[in-house]
């Protein structure tokens, strides 16, 4: 008896699979070489796709980065419902900071980074990224908020620890022994649980404001 054939891909499979590669290249690419070095060229090869295929696919360079982006944040949902269902954490405050710096101190994290820093002087990119950074936070906002059952939508806390966990990605490239930055990460943590003991948003929300600070003489 012959072998089965294999089912001939279609065409939009062959384009999703085009697409995500070059996603995924360019996340390894930009992490690795930052994002002014990871040029099309760099990223196609890491891919393996012919160097034209971005320009195919898309129809500036800053449309396809913004679209790497909104591609991370979807591994990054997914990464986070793993991590709170593997270690059975979540609904506290303080668990926050351990699962986000878990989630965007990998490859894909440094590489939006890189990204959002190349928008601040790139107006096509910084057009295209804002809007979607700002769907995105409000996306996980919410998803954070429902996780602890919060009955405010504050986002102070869940920006806090992201862009937190965003700078120290950043500052384990310039700190010796990058492990060190956990120590950062577990502070933090334990600031949040001091804050709220019993792991609530609430509990933060109800913290009093700092003291004004004294205007100095001139």
Do not use: C
Not at 125 to 135: G, V
Not at 138 to 162: C, M, N, S, W, Y
Not at 185 to 211: C, H, I, K, S
């Amino acid at each position: 008896m012959g072998k089965a054939k294999t089912p001939r891909r279609t065409q939009e499979q062959r384009t999703a699979e085009t697409r995500t590669a070059l996603f995924e290249a360019a996340v390894r690419a930009i992490s690795r070489l930052g994002y002014t070095r990871a040029s099309n060229a760099e990223i196609a090869d890491e891919a393996g796709i012919s160097r034209g295929a971005i320009t195919h696919h898309f129809s500036t360079r800053a449309v396809f980065i913004a679209e790497v982006v909104r591609w991370v944040f979807e591994q990054e949902v997914v990464a986070y419902r793993e991590l709170q269902r593997d270690w059975g954490v979540g609904s506290r405050v303080s668990d926050w900071p351990r699962i986000s710096w878990e989630v965007l101190s990998r490859p894909s994290g440094v590489a939006v980074l890189e990204i959002f820093v190349a928008s601040r002087s790139d107006p096509e990119l910084a057009a295209l990224i804002k809007p979607a950074q700002t769907a995105i936070e409000e996306l996980a906002a919410t998803a954070f908020l429902e996780r602890l059952g919060a009955k405010q939508h504050d986002t102070a806390a869940i920006r806090l620890v992201v862009w937190a966990m965003r700078g120290l990605s950043l500052g384990r490239e310039f700190i010796e022994d990058p492990e060190q930055i956990r120590e950062a990460v577990d502070l933090l943590a334990r600031l949040l649980e001091q804050a709220a003991p019993n792991g609530t948003m609430e509990e933060l929300l109800a913290l009093p404001p700092a003291p004004a600070r004294a205007t100095p003489i001139a």
